[in-house]
């Protein structure tokens, strides 16, 4: 049975979906303002592969991931470039569609962007004032009353009093405590803004998640995911919104992604220590980054460095190489030994998703692969079939084998050429100059492609 670790719970569950056989699951998106990092790409490749094993076990999938399109840092970045907010959002939200599409990520079943929802954003500030959870400042922004919510903190693991005693002094004076957070901001000139009943402004970034995650997927729903830097204060306010508006437990598991970190430090924009995905792509493939981020299990962190992805490489080289030369057939061929490991790999990821155990079954399964293509068994072609299965539920082995060993875009050589070599070392050999043979070996693997002889078929791959 599948266990999820539970946030506000801090230990696993066992996943009891509201609906028999449906998943309703939100996931906090990026804001849209620059290029996404590597960090941006751990999280959504968590969820990739949540979604894509949830689907695998049979479940409906409702996946719900925001955009947001409305923020400070927006509205910042558009005046420095002297563009609007909508120019610089939708050129953004574009970069984010390809940078997901490159890293094979599966879109979500919906993506609703915040400005989208305003009008509903505005009625949820309003019910709240009426019931007395929220209030407008002397300055005539509204801010959300913490102390009105006795479980606040519940998802941080802290009381009232101690988030209180920890806070720093309020700067604004407008707010009651300096835990009170805005939920309706009044513009400033030349900011973009929509009407309220509290004056012309915008929403505060706490606010939207409530809404859009609600009107998609009501109320319970079971899975809300976000990076660990959302859990405080970011969803502690989101559940004090949609509690005290509708009365009623907001989300039934709070899942949290680990950060990617450089030298055990959070890689982030404000910290200037990122590398944007399409950076990162224009020197690995996306199936090695895919590999290095789920090498790690999802709620620890992981260190970005040359070596980890060298690391990544190496191995899926080793995966990809256990399938070189088999002729996979469509379907499934059972027998013992190739379910053994779908077991494995099945029981692995309903521990809370552990994509750490998973990937050893598979080098587990593909040495066996080897082996059995080794002594001519009839059962490899089973075992290749199985392995290309269970990585799908990861979303590696998708290429071409061949392909994937002759693709590299910093090679000095082309694959005509390569083939062109070999085609005249294999006329060497033939006519047994052994010496012109091995020259030609030299001369490719100077050129970093490794050559392999199998009777009379010759392979290559990039190094």
């Known amino acids: 049975m599948l266990s999820i670790y539970n946030s506000v719970t801090k230990q696993k569950e066992i996943f009891k979906p509201i609906q028999a056989n449906k998943v309703s699951m939100y996931v906090c998106g990026i804001t849209v303002y620059d290029y996404c990092h ?101 300055t005539g922004d509204v801010y959300f009353d913490v102390m009105q919510f006795k479980p606040y903190g519940k998802l941080a693991h802290k009381d009232l009093d101690d988030l209180q005693s920890g806070a720093r002094i309020a700067i604004e004076e407008a707010k009651k405590t300096p835990l009170d957070f805005v939920l309706w901001k009044l513009s400033k000139d ?86 944007t995905i399409r950076d990162v792509l224009r020197d690995w493939k996306s199936e090695i980054v895919r590999y290095f981020l789920l090498y790690s299990h999802y709620r ?36 013992e030994s190739a379910k053994n490991y779908e077991s494995r790999f099945m029981a692995a990821m309903d521990d ?33 079939q199985r ?17 994937y060993f002759q693709q590299d875009a910093h090679s000095a050589m082309n694959a005509g050429e390569i083939e062109a070599l070999i085609a005249l070392r294999k006329a060497a050999r033939s006519e047994k100059n052994w010496a012109k043979a091995d020259e030609i070996r030299l001369q490719l693997a100077e050129k970093g492609v490794t050559i392999e002889d199998s009777g009379d078929d010759t392979t290559w791959r990039y190094q």
């Open 38 to 138: 590597i960090g941006h790409a751990r999280l959504m490749m968590a969820f990739d592969v949540i979604n894509r094993y949830l689907r695998h076990c049979g479940y409906t999938v409702n996946y719900v991931r925001n955009i947001t399109d409305i923020d400070d840092k927006i509205i910042k970045r558009a005046f420095e470039n002297k563009e609007s907010m909508q120019s610089l959002t939708a050129r953004f939200i574009d970069a984010l569609t390809e940078d997901m599409d490159a890293l094979g990520i599966l879109a979500p079943d919906v993506e609703p962007k915040a400005t989208e929802y305003i009008p509903e954003m505005v009625d949820l500030i309003d019910t709240l004032i009426q019931k007395g959870f929220a209030y407008v400042g002397s």
């Open 190 to 275: 030349n900011e973009p803004y929509w009407p309220s009943p509290w004056g012309n402004g915008r929403p505060g970034w706490h606010t939207e998640c409530v809404v859009m995650s609600s009107k998609q997927l009501g109320q319970p729903f079971d899975i809300h995911g976000g990076g660990n830097d959302l859990k405080f204060p970011h969803h502690e306010n989101e559940i004090a919104q949609a509690e005290c508006a509708y009365e009623k437990p907001f989300v039934n598991y709070w899942m949290h992604v680990g950060f990617v970190e450089i030298n055990k430090e959070k890689m982030s924009k404000s910290l200037n220590n990122f590398f």
């Open 300 to 335: 620890s962190p992981v260190d970005y460095t040359i070596e980890s992805l060298e690391g990544a490489q190496s191995a899926l080289d080793r995966l990809y190489g256990a399938l070189r030369g088999m002729d996979i057939p469509l379907g499934v061929i059972d027998n």
């Open 352 to 384: 809370d998703f552990n994509t750490p155990v998973a990937l050893s079954v598979l080098f587990d399964l593909a040495r066996e692969l080897n082996r059995s293509k080794a002594e001519g068994l009839d059962n490899a072609v089973a075992l290749a």
């Open 387 to 403: 392995l290309k299965k269970l990585a799908s539920v990861l979303g590696l082995l998708t290429e071409d084998v061949e392909n």
